[in-house]
Nanobody, 124 residues
């Protein structure tokens, strides 16, 4: 299984980015795909998750209302739409797959496969 993120880049504060996460194969009807980020000198933190059974979850108060998760099932792709970006959103953004459970989690150990990340830099 391969997980590949794309869409990162350098933007100014207030602008919008859409990240994409493509998963090469999903062989279970019960799975969850989540977005995490890791800022400079910080631990990896869970942002949002899309469950195949239970819908969407959002974990970080600082992004609620600004970030939205969506998916294209036919393309095995999950998107993270990021609006009103702030300099504190600067981080490497990771996508992760929980392959055999539809239960979302904001915790790193629950996920089986990870992408290499895409860098988002927000200038002030």
């Amino acid at each position: 299984v391969q997980v590949v993120e794309s869409g990162g880049g350098l933007v100014e504060a207030g602008e919008t980015l859409r990240l994409a996460c493509v998963v090469s194969e999903i062989d279970s009807d019960e799975h969850a795909i989540a977005w995490f980020r890791q800022g400079p000198g910080k631990e990896r933190e869970g942002l949002s998750c899309r469950s195949s059974k239970y819908g969407n979850s959002y974990y970080l108060n600082s992004v609620k209302g600004r970030f939205t998760i969506s998916n294209d099932t036919a393309k095995n792709t999950v998107y993270l739409h990021m609006n009103s970006l702030k300099p504190e959103d600067t981080a490497v953004y990771y996508c992760a797959l929980r392959a055999r459970s539809a239960l979302c989690s904001e915790y790193v150990p629950f996920y089986d496969y990870w992408g290499k990340g895409t860098l988002v830099t927000v200038s002030s």
